[in-house]
């Protein structure tokens, strides 16, 4: 499975381009040189200098803006002595103070650059724990997930996915905890890790949806002990591809939106996910059935967090699932689990023109013609 983050777009020309900074500041030091050098002695062009070491503070590192800070300040009476002939002592001042507040400048912002990029990698690594990737053919079904991170303050979502290999078939499972940050996360894990032991040791469906529903319910008691204002939820989809019925799926849909089935007749929908959030079934009288539904050789279920049912562009509208899975499904191979994911992820970040504002988690999934089954040994 290409469990793995969705290509991002194009990053800031300042990052891109970051070691290359030193160029800006360096064509501002040649062109105030030139500007002293091409106006009359009465035109005070060379208290330009001082933009010379502000500028480097906000692209360049310390160093560097050190070095700009020290050529502004000892060009300024060689260029005085040649072009300008003793412009004033205020503003050779001027210079000394605008170089002397950029170096402290530019370490404060290397320092919040180097805390942001902390952060990115400490998102990333609490991402793969709860995210793996697993191999090709895993559980016997071919299967590709992507995952596109909020551009928000590298905070972590509660979107969670897993594929297992079960003496039953294979399992997959997707969902989204309500809310962000660390309190979303740890519910997903717990989730995760959940289903990673009873989907693959409880036979019954069923049973594997009670066990998410108990796992939840010690997870908020926990969490509420330990401080935490409101109890979590999550939204979920859990599909089982059982080995003794290769034309159908059990599907178990606790309030998420209903998957997606594309294949060469068209594109339909899975039962409607009436039943209640994981951490609800207790106000909604139980947990949601086990539906089995059919499923023709070739067909690939799609399930998609809402970051893709609610992702909007700049008028806020809504991104056209349907619509786009429709328009695909009239395309050869459209049905293929990586390019489905790569074409919707591209398709929503287009979208949204590059600002999405909920982590996004996809999943397609197909059990292919021909293939023998994952054994229990291979199991998870």
Do not use: K, N, Q
């Given at each position: 499975m290409g469990s793995e983050e969705a290509p991002r777009p194009?990053?800031?020309?300042?990052?891109?381009?970051?070691h290359r900074s030193w160029l800006v500041p360096t064509a501002l030091l040649a062109a105030v040189v030139a500007v002293a050098a091409a106006t009359p002695a009465n035109f005070s062009s060379v208290s330009?200098?001082?933009?010379?070491?502000?500028?480097?503070?906000?692209?360049?590192d310390p160093l560097l803006t050190t070095v700009f800070a020290a050529l502004a300040i000892a060009g300024y009476p060689v260029l005085d002595s040649i072009w300008v002939k003793d412009q004033g002592i205020e503003d050779y001042l001027l210079v000394i103070a605008g170089s002397a507040l950029a170096v402290p400048l530019s370490v404060y912002r290397a320092r919040a650059v180097a805390y942001v990029r902390h952060l990115q990698g400490t998102a990333e690594t609490t991402r793969q724990v709860v995210l793996r990737s697993v191999p090709p053919g895993w559980g016997g079904v071919d299967s590709a997930a992507r995952y596109l991170a909020a551009d928000v303050e590298a905070r972590v979502g509660g979107d969670f996915y897993d594929v297992l290999a079960t003496p039953y078939g294979a399992r997959v499972i997707l969902g989204d905890v309500q809310g962000k940050g660390l309190p979303a996360v740890s519910t997903a894990a717990a989730l995760v890790g959940c289903f990673r032991e009873a989907g693959y040791r409880q036979e019954d469906l069923a049973d594997v949806a009670s066990w998410l529903e108990e796992r939840l319910h010690r997870q908020n008691v926990f969490s509420v002990r330990m401080g935490a204002q409101d109890e979590r939820f999550a939204t979920a989809v859990v599909i089982s591809f059982p080995t003794g019925s290769p034309g159908e799926v059990e599907v178990v849909n606790f309030g998420h939106d209903s998957p997606h089935v594309l294949g060469p007749g068209g594109v339909r929908q899975l039962p409607p996910g009436n039943g209640a959030p994981i951490g609800l079934a207790h106000l909604a009288g139980g947990l949601p059935p086990v539906h089995?539904?059919?499923?023709?050789?070739?067909?690939t279920v799609l399930i998609v967090s809402d970051g893709v049912t609610e992702a909007r562009d700049r008028h806020g509208t809504f991104f056209p699932l349907r619509t786009h899975l429709d328009r695909l499904a009239r395309e050869p191979g459209a049905a293929d689990p990586e390019r489905l994911v790569d074409d919707v992820a591209a398709a929503v970040v287009r979208h949204t023109g590059d600002r999405l504002t909920d982590d996004t988690a996809l999943l397609a999934v197909r059990r292919p013609a021909g293939r023998g089954r994952q054994t229990a040994a291979d199991g998870d």
């Open positions: 194009p990053l800031p020309l300042l990052i891109r381009y970051g330009w200098l001082v933009l010379v070491p502000v500028v480097a503070a906000g692209l360049c089995r539904v059919r499923l023709d050789p070739g067909e």
